[in-house]
């Protein structure tokens, strides 16, 4: 009996309007409130033609409006209005914003060696798991590790860009501008340290 007492005493904050939860409590009522009472549609709504109609309208409004205004650039007319371009993609690619997040690389170092210091750090700050690295003593004393293995899988990866923002040693980047990363294999998606340096 105390724990019934003691429970409705908790549940009792949600349910005060000027508590905290008093919003919250609102927009649950609200919500409850559409449901129960929800207009019904009559039959003109029940076959939605209206829908139809307006979608097939404002499709036909952006194609006239842009058919419109190439037919006058054609004739050196309203140039200082656009009309929808369609890039003949893969021919003609489209531009992409300086800060795009593309395929991984890997940077060198001047004799040619990866610039990765294997510290771990993208491998676990990457939220799906989709880099292994091998840590390795490096041959150069000033250089104290370096990666012996650098394994990326695409398939797994979801471009968040951490990898690129935690990295000390600028070793990783995601600035190549390549999009196509489709393969006919999953272990063709699994990119080694040779096939990400020459990205």
């Known amino acids: 009996m105390e724990n019934t007492e003691k429970r409705r ?19 649950q009522m609200k919500r409850a409130w559409k449901q129960t009472n929800r207009r019904e549609l009559n039959f003109w709504e029940n076959t939605y033609l209206p829908m139809l109609f307006s979608g097939i309208y404002l499709t036909s409004k952006h194609f006239f409006y842009n058919v419109t205004f190439h037919i006058l650039h054609l004739f050196g007319l309203r140039k200082d209005i656009k009309g929808a371009v369609t890039y003949q993609y893969p021919e003609m690619p489209r531009p992409l914003a300086s800060r795009l997040r593309t395929r991984h690389r890997l940077t060198k170092r001047e004799d040619g060696s990866p610039r990765c210091v294997a510290c771990m750090m993208c491998e ?13 003593e490096h ?14 899988d695409l398939g797994k990866c979801v471009y968040c860009g951490f990898c690129v923002e935690v990295c000390p040693e600028d070793a990783i980047r995601m600035d190549t501008g390549k999009l196509e990363i489709a393969e006919y294999s999953r272990e063709s998606m699994i990119y080694n340290k040779k096939r990400l340096m020459d990205e």
């Not at 005493?9 to 008093?22: S, T, V």
């Not at 676990?124 to 390795?136: G, Y």
Request: glycine share 4%.
């Open 124 to 136: 676990t700050v990457c939220p799906a798991r989709c880099i292994e690295i091998t840590a390795a």
């Open 9 to 27: 005493q908790e549940l009792e904050k949600y349910f005060d309007a000027k508590g905290p939860f008093g919003l919250l409590r609102v927009s």
């Open 139 to 152: 041959p150069d004393p000033n250089i104290e590790k370096y990666p012996a293995e650098f394994i990326l």
